[in-house]
Nanobody
Framework: VQLQASGGGLVQPGSSLRLSCAAS????????IGWFRQSPGKEREGVSC????????WYADSVKGRFTISRDNAKKTLYLQMNNLKPEDTAIYYC???????????????????WGQGTLVTVSS
């Protein structure tokens, strides 16, 4: 599976962005998907995930209520709708597939097999 992330950019605080992640080489119908982000000098952290099968979702506390993960299986595309963006959301965002989506706590990059190349989101006034 190859993943191609897009949709990042420079926006002002309070703005919205929708990140997309197009899959090729295979479908993602039966795959757990996730979004991660990494800021300079920090470890890659899980932002959100959607479990395969039942579609249960998880969000990091820092984005809960502002971000929404979704998928369009027909288009083989994952999305991350980001609303009310804050400067602390500035990071490179990565999509990932074939991993573990535990709703009990964090999600971990090492548990995902396929990765997009990342798209930069900068939130600044």
């Amino acid at each position: 599976v190859q993943l191609q992330a897009s949709g990042g950019g420079l926006v002002q605080p309070g703005s919205s962005l929708r990140l997309s992640c197009a899959a090729s080489g295979a479908t993602l119908d039966d795959s757990t998907i996730g979004w991660f982000r990494q800021s300079p000098g920090k470890e890659r952290e899980g932002v959100s995930c959607m479990r395969r099968g039942d579609g249960v979702t998880w969000y990091a506390d820092s984005v809960k209520g502002r971000f929404t993960i979704s998928r369009d299986n027909a288009k083989k595309t994952l999305y991350l709708q980001m609303n009310n963006l804050k400067p602390e959301d500035t990071a490179i965002y990565y999509c990932a597939a074939e991993g573990i989506c535990s709703t009990l706590g964090r999600i971990y990059p090492e548990e995902y097999d396929y990765w997009g190349q990342g798209t930069l989101v900068t939130v600044s006034s």
